[in-house]
């Protein structure tokens, strides 16, 4: 009886061993310059993929996405995780012939901020059609500056991937309507496709699932808030305030006149006192200062520094240098593939540090610091807008936008 036990307990851990193992290797693993990533944040999406993985294979016919539901409102971590079991037994299975697969392929065309707002209608479509989602995400891969998803998403990789010589999805040709570049239009194909799951959840729930720092750009974020707070309690005892001046410099389009980052130094100020009034007490403010204008985050950094901090309010700055404003318009020319991703991986820590601030003062009509709000902690009563000085006058050059309601936001003070 002693022998058999023993061998009973060697057989189960042989077994647990050997599942372990082929959960390890059944994980994609997508890697830039080792910045090796595997799931998104829930690994119990990546255990379930996995075991669906091991089971046999599936009848050679193509099944779209349906999540059934009386639910108006449903969690989008609970649709997701089952659509991730959908997608690898539809992707992977050979048997369908690739025509037959149906699928939204969405490519960016835009800056990071956009991109990221026109992902999530990608998102939204492929999984109310019932489709098998997949990013051709550029100039850099994913993984560069985001964390890999737990299913088969790389385009081009599933482009180019294959099983018992069988194509697992057909060229983009094959299916016209698949692909989406940037936002949807109104007259999109696929806008003309009948809905299989009429399903509403909330989007920063979406974008928090789907758009996360990969392992480098997390570790740049945690460093500058970890060096910004002595102790647990200090975090308690501050007020992470964000400065996010987009000029427009080097585009097409003016979102600040010269002199307005000003504005920014003044409405953090009259915030900061009222703030402070209110409490009856001194609060330390930890502010992030970014820009698209080296020049421009000089002279708030400096004017933080030097004018703010006399006993009134007691200011600490932190700022990130070197990082690039449009990642998605970048290339190796800018400098060596090594230093591009660096400073790609910078912006990117930007993108998530801006979603750590408790209050936020953003240029009217930057999707680049909106889209970081969105998915961040910041009441929406803690966003605040500024608006270029001469939306309602002449410019210096073109410029699409108009006044935010209010100009100014009230807490600034700012006279019209």
Same mark, same amino acid.
């Given at each position: 009886m002693y022998i058999i036990r023993l061998m009973c307990y060697r057989v189960f851990h042989f077994t647990l061993i050997l599942c372990v193992f082929t959960l390890i290797c059944n994980a994609k693993n997508i890697s830039e310059d080792n910045d090796s990533e595997t799931c998104g944040e829930s690994s119990d999406l990546c255990e379930q993929a996995s075991r669906e993985n091991r089971q046999p294979s599936q009848p050679a016919v193509w099944k779209p996405f349906v999540y059934e539901s009386k639910a108006k409102w449903v969690a989008f971590q609970t649709v997701f995780a089952e659509y991730v079991i959908w997608h690898r037994r539809m992707y992977l299975n050979a048997d369908i012939p690739c025509h037959e697969k149906k699928s939204v392929v969405f490519t960016p065309n835009a800056g990071l901020g956009d991109s990221i707002g026109a992902l999530s209608t990608g998102v939204s479509i492929a999984l109310k059609t019932g489709r098998l989602l997949f990013i051709n995400w550029k100039p850099y891969n994913w993984t560069v500056g985001l964390k890999a998803l737990p299913?088969?998403?790389?385009?081009?990789?599933?482009?180019?991937?294959?099983?018992?010589?069988? !194509?697992?999805?057909?060229? /983009? &040709?094959?299916?016209? !309507? !698949?692909?989406?570049?940037? &936002?949807?239009? !109104? /007259?999109?194909?696929?806008?003309?496709?009948?809905?299989?799951?009429?399903l509403n959840f909330a989007y920063d729930d979406m974008i928090r699932a789907i758009v996360?720092?990969?392992?480098?750009?997390? &570790?740049?974020? =945690?460093?500058?808030i970890s060096s910004q707070f002595e102790s647990n309690n200090d975090r308690k005892n501050v007020q992470l305030v964000g400065l996010v001046m987009r000029t427009g410099e080097g585009e097409y389009n003016q979102f600040l006149s010269p002199g307005d980052e000003a504005y920014f130094v003044k409405c953090f100020r009259n915030y900061a006192v009222d703030y402070q009034q209110k409490l009856a007490k001194l609060v330390k403010f930890k502010v992030f200062v970014t820009s698209d204008n080296i020049e421009t985050k000089i002279k708030v950094v400096n /004017?933080?520094?030097?004018?703010?901090?006399?006993?009134?309010?007691?200011? =600490?700055?932190?700022?990130?240098?070197?990082?690039?404003?449009?990642?998605?318009?970048?290339?190796?020319?800018n400098g060596k593939k090594k230093t591009v991703k660096e400073k790609i991986r910078k912006t990117y820590a930007e993108y998530f540090l801006i979603g750590k601030c408790n209050v936020l003062f953003l240029t009217h009509g930057s999707l680049f610091g909106r889209a970081a709000a969105e998915r961040g902690i910041a009441d929406e009563q803690n966003v605040h807008f500024i608006s270029d000085s001469k939306c309602d006058g002449k410019r210096e050059k073109y410029s699409y936008l108009k006044c935010h309601e209010p100009k100014y936001p009230a807490v600034c003070n700012i006279p019209l």
């Open positions: 299913f088969d998403y790389d385009y081009l990789a599933a482009l180019n991937a294959l099983n018992n010589n069988n !194509a697992l999805i057909c060229p /983009e &040709h094959s299916d016209p !309507a !698949a692909q989406l570049s940037g &936002h949807i239009t !109104a /007259e999109h194909p696929l806008l003309k496709i009948p809905t299989i799951n009429d996360q720092p990969s392992t480098k750009v997390q &570790h740049i974020v =945690d460093s500058v /004017e933080l520094n030097n004018q703010i901090n006399n006993g009134e309010i007691h200011v =600490d700055v932190i700022t990130l240098d070197d990082s690039f404003v449009h990642v998605m318009h970048v290339s190796e020319k």
